[in-house]
């Protein structure tokens, strides 16, 4: 805790840091009142008072304070600053001989001679004092412009600070929230370090805490952990000083564990149950003697057909595509609870399919099931939905940080965004819930941000059109929904545009005039004019009360946001979101679940394998011998013929892919690896392969590709030119 030594620490230096940050806290609370008191007494005409506290506690104080700079920088910045007043030669006048001007307003001097000139000491004191204050604010200890600050609220806390006009009046507290629209869908938009992520968890969290109050609970769903555990500290306390500081200024507690009625708080983390996880590193809980991250799996028959289809289809042309839907439609009607290897067996039955076609669609499926977690539904490890809604006091938290692969880990959002949508529709008594999807760009990006594989493209684009649903369907299904982006731009156009709220940390004029025309508001121009700079003031456009109760009222702007309770992620100093929690967690330490003699099934099932199609008999063994295979499959022997080298290992890529063998291919980039596939391919041709060029580029001599080859080649061209479509064909 932020109050305890970290561990590690000395208890020496424990009391440096904190009797250092009471020292900080005290130095600006020593600035905000002399700046006021000496204010006061220049607004009632003491001038000597209002010298005395320039003196002898402002400027001694500016000049403790860590961060203060020479006079000559502050000179450089805040002169050019428009919103700060700056009377560089006052200040100076008064710094250099402090005492004179005390002694001269003191003895009702109205002007004087200093150093030689005639000054109207009342004016230089007024500006020097404008001028101090200036620097304080340019520090953010006080406000540059004097506005209003009320409370923000949502649905059972404060959010931030709305600053107000003087003239406004929303009242105070002020909701920023309104549910007239039905279930909320909130988009948070802003560039990196503006506080869009501490902004959506601190709403995530408002969220939460409706379970400590009477009427309203919340069940919260923490969806995507894509990559180091950013998503694992709903139940630690807030550790960041800066963020702790500003919950202080807002006058809030800097972290959950001072506040006794909402300090008992709970997570489960739940990851897919993929190969090798009990070897991975995670938090072990050694009082309670468990592991903070338990394993799930996936039914396949939950796997939606459109997710299923496309991913398959990724690999084939569109003339299949009937044929593969209606290999899903038969399984499904013929099986409750079907495997993988069940449609791999109807595609091997199907007639109509080439041998070709059949080895990528079932390579494909292959590829799925050896990432571990599709299993069925008599798996242990199948998640419990309904215990998962209804324990509204625990977060439950998602993460992908384990997946081995891109695939993976959309295949596991994606059927999460499916699956809570269909459960709860078949439920009745549960509570509403709330999902919060970070970085949504990464698992539906618009078509131009797609990745260039060509199954993690169809699977995003299947996301895309899961999550439009859900916004059509979510009053229905109680699901309210957090999500973040750099810019609206970055989502598929269908998604983007259905937020019905959106929270703007920064954005172009064109961004958001189309944000105001996709909530069906016009007042652009105004709320352009309350936009910041600052990290954490954002503008709230839609589903804000004063606008449900204000016709001409559209948005409300700035709000400075407050940090969560609990922790947030400083990457820098946190690694990782499991190294992290042991930093903190005295009861928590690292361990494999191999270590503790824990064995979850994290290996595939052998009556969940899948038989890769082979077609040539008796060939080399695409899984053990992919290089021996791809020349058996796919190179013809003749005296004449060349490939060029890169052609060649283009197509054995695709080979493996369609095999099932590697996500990705290898990777050529490495010289390694590139010298291993040349020494183990010039063996396993029959016949010398023989050094030449082919147009210009490095070639393989006395062989081609034959016709199975090609196609490989052709498919994995095809796809790099629907990666590199130009902007101008994007929706």
Same mark, same amino acid.
């Given at each position: ?48 008072? +209002? ?24 000179? #450089? ?50 500006? +020097? ?64 370090? %503006? ?49 702790? *500081? ?10 959950? $564990? ?66 593969? *839907? ?32 059949? #080895? ?5 499926? *292959? ?226 679940? %191999? ?55 283009? $197509? ?80």
């Amino acid at each position: 805790m932020s109050s305890e030594p970290d561990s590690g620490e000395r208890y020496g230096e424990y009391v440096q840091r904190q009797t250092s940050r009471q020292q900080s806290y005290s130095r600006q609370n020593t600035l905000k009142e002399g700046v006021k008191n000496a204010n006061e007494h220049l607004a009632k005409g003491r001038h000597y008072e +209002a010298a005395c506290i320039l003196r002898d506690v402002v400027l001694p104080t500016i000049h403790e304070l860590e961060s203060a700079k020479p006079m000559s920088v502050y000179h #450089a910045e805040i002169g050019t600053d428009d919103d700060l007043p700056w009377y560089w030669s006052a200040l100076k006048r008064f710094k250099d001989q402090p005492h004179a001007y005390c002694r001269a307003v003191a003895a009702g001097n109205a002007t004087t001679v200093l150093d030689g000139d005639t000054r109207r000491v009342t004016q230089t004191i007024r500006r +020097a004092v404008a001028s101090a204050e200036s620097i304080v604010a340019h520090h953010d200890i006080t406000e540059s412009s004097m506005k209003n600050r009320v409370d923000a609220v949502g649905f059972s806390s404060k959010l931030g600070e709305h600053l107000q006009d003087p003239e406004m009046d929303f009242g105070d507290p002020v909701r920023a929230v309104a549910e007239q629209a039905g279930a909320l869908k909130t988009l948070f938009c802003g560039g990196t370090g %503006m506080g869009k992520s501490t902004g959506v968890e601190r709403e995530a969290e408002d969220y939460y805490l409706t379970n400590w109050q009477e009427g309203r609970d919340f069940k919260l769903i923490d969806l995507v952990g894509l990559r180091d555990g950013e998503n694992w500290f709903y139940d630690i306390p807030q550790q960041q000083d800066d963020l702790r *500081r500003i919950r202080e200024e807002q006058g809030l507690a800097p972290d959950f $564990a001072e506040v006794a009625e909402t300090s008992d708080r709970d997570i489960e983390i739940l990851a897919p149950l993929t190969p090798d996880l009990t070897q991975q590193e995670m938090p072990f809980d050694e009082d309670d003697e468990e592991f903070i991250v338990k394993p799930f799996t996936v039914p396949a028959s939950e796997l939606s057909k459109p997710l299923l289809v496309s991913l398959i289809m990724s690999r084939l042309s569109e003339g299949e595509e009937q044929t593969i *839907r209606g290999v899903y439609d038969d399984v499904d009607a013929t099986q409750d609870d079907w495997a993988l290897a069940d449609l791999a067996d109807h595609i091997r039955s199907r007639d109509e399919l080439g041998e070709k076609h059949k #080895a990528k669609a079932i390579g494909v499926l *292959r590829s799925l099931q050896q990432e571990g977690f599709i299993r069925t539904h008599d798996d242990e490890n199948t998640l419990e939905w309904r215990e998962i809604f209804k324990s509204t006091e625990t977060v439950t938290v998602f993460t992908q940080a384990f997946c081995r692969n891109k695939i993976s880990r959309l295949v596991t959002f994606a059927y999460l965004i499916n699956a809570i949508q269909r459960e709860r529709e078949q439920m009745i008594g549960i509570p509403q819930c709330v999902l919060l999807a970070r970085e949504l760009w990464k698992v539906c990006p618009h078509k131009q941000r797609q990745s260039f594989d060509a199954r993690s493209a169809a699977l995003q684009e299947a996301i895309g059109q899961m999550l439009a649903e859900i916004f059509r369907e979510n009053r229905h299904s109680g699901i309210h929904l957090l999500a973040d982006t750099q810019q609206p731009s970055d989502l598929l156009k269908p998604v983007r545009e259905m937020f019905n709220r959106y929270v703007i940390y920064s954005a172009n004029k064109d961004t958001i005039k189309d944000i105001f025309s996709w909530t069906q508001n016009n007042r652009w121009d105004s709320f352009w004019s309350t936009m910041t700079a600052k990290s954490g003031e954002a503008g709230v456009i839609g589903q804000v009360e004063p606008a449900i109760e204000e016709r001409d009222v559209e948005f409300l702007s700035p709000i400075a946001y407050a940090p969560p309770s609990h922790h947030h992620r400083d990457a820098e100093t946190d690694l990782t979101g499991w190294h992290a929690r042991c930093k903190y967690l005295d009861n928590e330490e690292l361990a494999t679940p %191999m270590s503790k003699g824990i064995r979850w099934e994290d290996y595939v099932p052998d009556h969940l394998e899948i038989t890769p199609v082979s077609t040539h008999e008796d060939g080399p063994d695409p899984q053990t011998q992919p290089v021996a295979a791809f020349v058996n499959e796919c190179i013809a022997y003749t005296s004449e013929g060349s490939e060029k080298r890169t052609d060649v290992r283009t $197509a054995f890529n695709e080979f493996v892919k369609a095999k099932g063998r590697s996500e990705n291919g290898w990777d050529f980039d490495d010289n390694g690896v590139m010298v291993r596939f040349g020494d183990q391919f010039k063996t396993a041709v029959d016949g010398e392969v023989r050094r030449t060029t082919k147009r210009g580029d490095n070639a393989y001599g006395n062989i081609v590709l034959n016709e199975v080859g090609k196609s490989h080649l052709e498919s994995a061209m095809d796809g790099l030119e629907d990666a590199a479509k130009p902007l101008a064909d994007a929706d």
